[in-house]
T-cell receptor, first 112, second 115 residues
């Protein structure tokens, strides 16, 4: 599976959009981009995933560049409860194990 | 999220004793995983299962064994616990095989301390 690069930390003002970048320049054509977050001491929470089209759900939007070498997770109106570590993970669609390999993630601090 | 429970949620044990952690799911997911999380190392995959009685090793499998005798349960055993196995253990389940499905989903975690 391709490796991802994320900034170690970011701040965001409460009520503003949080834009979390992820670089995955070695992604291959059959690999999906997954986003998880982990709020202190809790289990990681699935947020969203995508292949090449932009995706949106009730939690967030995922924007994937046309060349698929990078993506951005957008939390449209960040709240204090969105403070967490956010993980960007690339996983092969042809994997028969479904396993995820986590990196260090981005610590997002939402400030009042 | 998937109905995933882990037991016990907290455990303190002594070096050299065997320990078994249980993960139970109610979603009939095919895939189950055990991760551990330590400061400075993030989440690391220990073992995973892709079906009943089908398991394989992850990144940090030494000192651990697993068993899956039925779809809903995935057991992680530390045959002889060591202090280096003090960690938070997370179970996850998913229905991902090929293609695009959401998840895996994670349980609440078990905090294990080996003294």
């Amino acid at each position: 599976d391709a490796k991802t690069t994320q900034p170690p930390s970011m701040d965001c003002a409460e009520g503003r959009a949080a834009n979390l970048p992820c670089n995955h320049s070695t992604i291959s054509g059959n690999e999906y981009v997954y986003w998880y977050r982990q709020i202190h001491s809790q289990g990681p929470q699935y947020i969203i995933h995508g292949l090449k089209n932009n995706e949106t759900n009730e939690m967030a939007s995922l924007i994937i560049t046309e060349d698929r070498k990078s993506s951005t997770l957008i939390l449209p109106h960040a709240t204090l409860r969105d403070t967490a570590v956010y993980y960007c993970i690339v996983r092969s669609a042809t994997s028969n194990t479904g396993k995820l390999i986590f990196g260090q993630g981005t610590t997002l601090q939402v400030k009042p | 999220d998937a109905g995933i429970t882990q037991s016990p949620r907290h455990k303190v044990t002594e070096t050299g004793t065997p320990v078994t952690l249980r993960c139970h799911q109610t979603e009939n997911h095919r895939y189950m995983y055990w991760y551990r999380q330590d400061p400075g190392h993030g989440l690391r995959l220990i073992h995973y299962s892709y079906g009943v009685k089908d398991t394989d090793k992850g990144e940090v499998s030494d000192g651990y064994s697993v068993s899956r005798s039925k779809t809903e349960d995935f057991l992680l055993t530390l045959e002889s616990a060591t202090s280096s196995q003090t960690s938070v253990y997370f179970c996850a389940t998913g229905s991902i095989g090929t293609g695009s499905l959401s998840g895996p989903y994670f349980g609440p975690g078990t905090r294990l301390t080996v003294t």
